[in-house]
């Protein structure tokens, strides 16, 4: 799960988005890791990306398509748990993806009634 873009070094990655950051940030944001975390000496792209440029709706959109097919083993709980988060944009992304879910879920459930499920 780790990507392409994990070999490119993240000073060199930032530089190029930073040099047209209305055309680069929302399509860096497609190429992140499906992983969200924070650990000592390891750089969460998601994070990273989320962090620097998550004050734009275009990122945290093209975050949330990227995250939808996210996937995880053993128990969701635990999972969700370390999702905890401190950085205002990521924050911002989670409770937009939140939302979202939210509302894909009753979207759900009345199209699940009137099939009669």
């Known amino acids: 799960m780790s990507g392409a873009l994990t070999f490119f070094p993240p000073k060199k990655v930032w530089k190029w988005v930073d040099a047209n950051v209305k055309k680069r940030a929302w399509y860096v944001a497609y190429f992140v890791p499906k992983l969200l975390f924070r650990e000592e000496g390891k750089i969460c792209w998601a994070r990273e990306v989320l962090a620097r440029?998550?004050?734009r709706n275009d990122v945290r959109k093209e975050m949330g398509a990227n995250f939808y097919t996210e996937g995880w083993s053993?128990?969701?709980?635990?999972?969700y748990q370390q999702k905890n988060e401190d950085n205002d944009n990521v924050k911002r992304w989670l409770d937009e993806m939140i939302d979202s879910l939210d509302k894909q879920i009753e979207h759900e459930k009345i199209q699940e009634e009137r099939r009669g499920l």
Request: charged share 0%.
């Open 53 to 55: 440029y998550g004050g």
């Open 74 to 79: 053993g128990p969701a709980s635990l999972h």
